[in-house]
């Protein structure tokens, strides 16, 4: 599936629910799916600054594609971490660099979490590019 | 207790419905997410009453101009005005004189004055500013850019585990090198209340001076810099229910005279040559700018309506729902209350075992529930203590049993949620 198709599924697995508790219940259960993070990698380097809660998130780059694991203290947060990553892990870089997130805004993630978790996300997605644009960078040279 | 209730009960009688106080803050009467607004957030700001929107509303509307500047009819009035709150603010703490009310952005802005003016004049090489493990962020880091650039040392009263400063330590600090005492009236963070009484008791018998960080004190209770003797008392407006962007420094009129400005501008000077300038008097010195008369006169206003509600009455009914809301969250199983000290201000920071406090707090926002969560802008507080942060509840007076049990229920679907 292309980075918009998995988008689309998800917009349409969290249309199902109109009240917020059911669409937390679903962030719950991503969250418990989530290929946790090596705790050998629960470390500074790969906390990631802004999250209000702590969000680990490791690269690994291999046959020209990124796979990220990731893991968060906190269980909504794990359950926002697993989204993105179900979006944009196992891409190229450029797949990642080009990719407009636009699920975030379409199931009310960005509006309906607090600002500093607003940040947080945010952040997450920062950090996501920022190592797509170092891999790119680097695997040209 | 039971004397207590009853006392109560008779001066209710007298006072106004809670209900009709509640009519008075037209936010409270919200809906988020369809739901009724629950605010206990009051610790980080507090709402406006309509007599203070009204008062920032006629500012704007019947007689804005710039203060302190024209000769004409708009300028006099609102000059009269800032200086009538300037003397609400004076009274309201019982402050000797008017010159020793300077208005500021807020309590932040206070601290920061004070500690670049001071600093300037008083702290040098290898002194020391002693602060305590229960302050805000504001209440520390301007310190310590004051000893960065001073060369000076911070040094810190230690708390127990309930967050209460341990005063013999206080004590030991005290030496020659002590150049000014900053602590707060009550931990933001847990809502312990510190005896600044007795800090400055022991400071000024040493010839310290004491800087009071009032921003959680201001709204609780009378405060009387006179009795308190503090040479420095900071708060600010919107915590008090005026407007944002006001604060207060309140100095002793003999510090505030040796102390050199901190910013330089119109209004805060006598006369002005490109050789020479010198500065307008007290307050004026210390007022650079246009400074926010539209939140000072809001100020004002919401002052007079503290005062109309009577401080008694304030503090029976905080009292009662801090107690009520203690006894109701010690029952739930697996919460746990950070400083649950007799002596404290209404709020209760609470965690729930092996909950995160970001998960709790996301809950209760979608029940309708505001409170805090994190540090509180008080990191070494919940580094003392061994935690990340926690959720705070911050009530005031126009908070109901009510409204704590829909905090109640919202914390028992939390743990239904997360358990």
Request: some cysteine; overall charge negative; aromatic content about 10%.
């Amino acid at each position: 599936m292309t980075i918009d198709e998995v988008q689309d599924s998800i917009v349409e697995e969290f249309s199902v629910f109109d009240d917020w508790m059911d669409k937390y219940n679903l962030l719950i259960d991503y969250g418990k799916d989530l290929k946790v993070i090596d705790p050998k990698f629960k470390i500074k380097d790969f906390l990631i600054e802004g999250c209000q809660s702590k969000v680990w998130l490791h690269p690994e780059f291999e046959g020209g594609k990124i796979t990220f694991t990731a893991d968060s203290d906190a269980i909504i947060t794990r359950g926002i971490v697993a989204l993105l990553i179900r979006v944009l892990s196992d891409r190229t870089p450029a797949e990642i660099i080009s990719a407009d997130l636009y699920f975030i805004d379409k199931i009310g993630l960005r509006q309906n979490l607090s600002p500093t978790r607003s940040n947080g996300l945010l952040s997450m997605v920062r950090q996501i590019k920022l190592y797509a644009m170092a891999y790119q960078a680097t695997s040209k040279k | 207790m039971r004397f207590l209730y009853g006392e109560m009960r008779l001066i209710r009688l007298n006072v106004k419905e809670i209900s009709d106080i509640r009519k008075d803050f037209p936010i409270l009467s919200l809906k988020v997410y369809d739901k009724p607004l629950v605010y206990f957030d009051n610790g980080a700001t507090t709402q406006k009453p309509r007599c203070v929107i009204d008062e920032v509303d006629k500012v704007l509307t019947t007689y804005n101009s710039n203060i302190h500047r024209g000769v004409h009819a708009l300028s006099d009035k609102a000059s009269e005005e800032y200086e009538k709150a300037r003397e609400e603010v004076r009274a309201f703490i019982n402050a000797g004189k008017t010159e020793e009310i300077v208005f500021t952005s807020g309590t932040t802005g206070s601290i920061n004055a004070v500690a670049f003016s001071f600093g300037e004049k008083y702290i040098g090489r290898d002194d020391e500013i002693i602060v305590s493990n229960l302050e805000h962020h504001a209440n520390i880091v301007p310190w310590q850019m004051t000893c960065e650039r001073k060369g000076a040392k911070l040094r810190v009263i230690p708390i127990n585990d309930n967050g209460e400063v341990l005063f013999d330590e206080y004590l030991k600090l005290l030496s020659k090198k002590t150049k000014l005492v900053a602590v707060t009236q009550a931990s933001n963070a847990l809502g312990t209340i510190l005896p600044v009484k007795e800090i400055i008791r022991a400071a000024h018998s040493m010839d310290i001076p004491v800087l009071v960080d009032g921003a959680q004190g201001i709204q609780h209770g009378i405060v009387d810099v006179n009795d308190l003797d503090a040479d420095f008392y900071v708060f600010s407006g919107h915590k008090i229910y005026g407007p944002t962007g006001i604060g207060v420094l309140y100095g002793k009129e003999k510090w505030l005279t040796e102390m050199p400005p901190y910013q330089g501008g119109g209004d805060m000077v006598e006369n002005v040559t490109f050789e020479k300038t010198t500065y307008n008097v007290l307050p004026f010195k210390f007022e650079a700018g246009t400074m926010n008369y539209p939140a000072a006169i809001g100020l004002g206003a919401a002052l007079r309506y503290v005062i109309s509600l009577g401080w008694e009455n304030i503090r029976l009914r905080e009292e009662e729902l801090l107690h009520y809301a203690t006894n109701r969250l010690l029952q739930i199983n697996g919460l746990k209350i950070y400083g649950n000290v007799e002596n404290k201000i209404s709020i209760i920071s609470f965690l729930l075992k092996d909950i995160h406090m970001y998960d709790t707090g996301m809950i209760l926002d979608k029940l309708g529930v505001a409170v805090r969560t994190g540090t509180h802008c008080a990191q070494p507080v919940m580094d003392r203590l061994g935690i990340n942060g926690t959720v705070r509840v911050s009530m005031c007076f126009y908070n109901t049993r009510e409204e704590i049990d829909v905090l109640i229920a919202g914390i028992e679907k939390v743990k239904s949620m997360f358990a």
